[in-house]
């Protein structure tokens, strides 16, 4: 089982460069969410989804966006890279609301912006 | 506004001896989960608590809710030097794909 695959692991970008971080899940899931973790902060939730075509903001979604086009997708994207996304980026899914099962998250992306 | 807030933040514990993590949450909420974060790794989930007065054991490991006090706790038996990770309690805020985590207990545990 692949479970919940980000891409890529590691990514260096330069103040103002744009990219996309990759999330993909084949385990069905409806739920899919965007965390970033930084020091001494926890996991703060960045976007989610609900469902394909459906997604809201978190607590800190400034700087980023996202699309659900399918249900196995769900890309992050940095519009313009400041050093303050410098974090570890963690996707997570889980099945609907119905079946109270936990999130699953996939190994992370670390990102460091120069 | 949901919070969630874990304590201690810091927890050095001796083989053997016995401990609990709190996590206290702001505002009501359905769900409460315990994950587990090795360093440089991803989250493994532990427990899902769904209503008060839960209780679930895995090892060494017991977790409960009471949901009146808005307070769940992390048991820790006997601890052993593989339990040695960071620990993050998560509520959802009504939609399993909108967790808010504290900020987490970084447990050693040493011989």
């Known amino acids: 089982n692949a479970g919940v695959t980000q891409t890529p692991k590691f990514q260096v970008l330069k103040t103002g460069q744009s990219m996309t971080l990759q999330c993909a899940q084949d385990m069905n899931h409806e739920y899919m969410s965007w965390y970033r973790q930084d020091p001494g902060m926890g996991l703060r939730l960045i976007h989610y989804?609900?469902?394909?075509?459906?997604?809201d903001q978190g607590e800190v979604p400034n700087g980023y966006n996202v699309s659900r086009s399918t249900t196995e997708d769900f890309p992050l994207r940095l519009l313009s890279a400041a050093p303050s996304q410098t974090s570890v980026y963690f996707c997570a899914s889980s099945l609907s609301q119905l079946t109270n099962q936990p999130q699953h998250f996939g190994d992370g992306t670390r990102l460091s912006i120069l | 506004e949901l919070k969630v807030e874990q304590n201690p933040l810091f927890l050095s514990m001796q083989e053997g001896k016995n401990y609990t993590i709190y996590c206290n949450y702001s505002t009501t909420s359905d769900r409460l989960y315990w994950y587990r974060q090795d360093p440089g790794k991803s989250l493994e989930s532990l427990f899902v608590?769904?209503?008060?007065?839960a209780v679930k054991q895995e090892g060494r490991l017991m977790a409960s809710l009471d949901t009146k006090a808005r307070l769940s706790t992390l048991h820790i038996t006997a601890a052993v030097h593989d339990l040695s990770a960071t620990y993050f309690c998560?509520?959802?805020?009504?939609?399993?794909?909108?967790?808010?985590f504290g900020k987490g207990t970084k447990l050693s545990v040493k011989p």
């Open positions: 998560a509520v959802d805020r009504g939609s399993q794909g909108n967790l808010i």
């Open positions: 989804s609900v469902g394909a075509g459906i997604t």
């Open positions: 608590l769904l209503s008060n007065g």
